[in-house]
């Protein structure tokens, strides 16, 4: 069974930083993509960022140049570094192995002032 646990979300004022941490069981971590997700009140789930198990990152418009993906294979961890942070920003994120059925349980992100 593989279980997700996301942590590192919390209350930052505009123009801060945070550092959201997903932390996998199982031995399936190091050959998949592993993606962020997010979801704000009232809107449907968005696509954040993505990173292959070669470490090929992309990423949403809305998050490009401000947030970067990362990811420790050895520790079957994946990391979302995320800058100047925008009150838009504020949702829950979640990560994903892409094209399963496993999801964490989310952190709340919150950008407010």
């Known amino acids: 069974q593989v279980q997700l646990v996301e942590s590192g979300g919390g209350l930052v004022q505009p123009g801060g930083s945070l550092r959201l941490s997903c932390a996998a069981s199982g031995s399936i971590f190091s050959s998949n993509t592993m993606v962020w997700y997010r979801q704000a009140p009232g809107k449907e789930r968005e696509l954040v960022a993505a990173i292959t198990s070669g470490g090929i990152s992309n990423y949403a418009d809305s998050v490009k140049g401000r947030f970067s993906i990362s990811r420790d294979n050895a520790k079957n961890t994946v990391f979302l570094q995320m800058y100047s942070l925008k009150p838009e920003d504020t949702a829950i994120y979640y990560c994903?192995?892409?094209?399963?059925?496993?999801w964490g349980q989310g952190t709340q992100v919150t950008v407010s002032s």
């Open positions: 994903t192995i892409a094209g399963s059925y496993y």
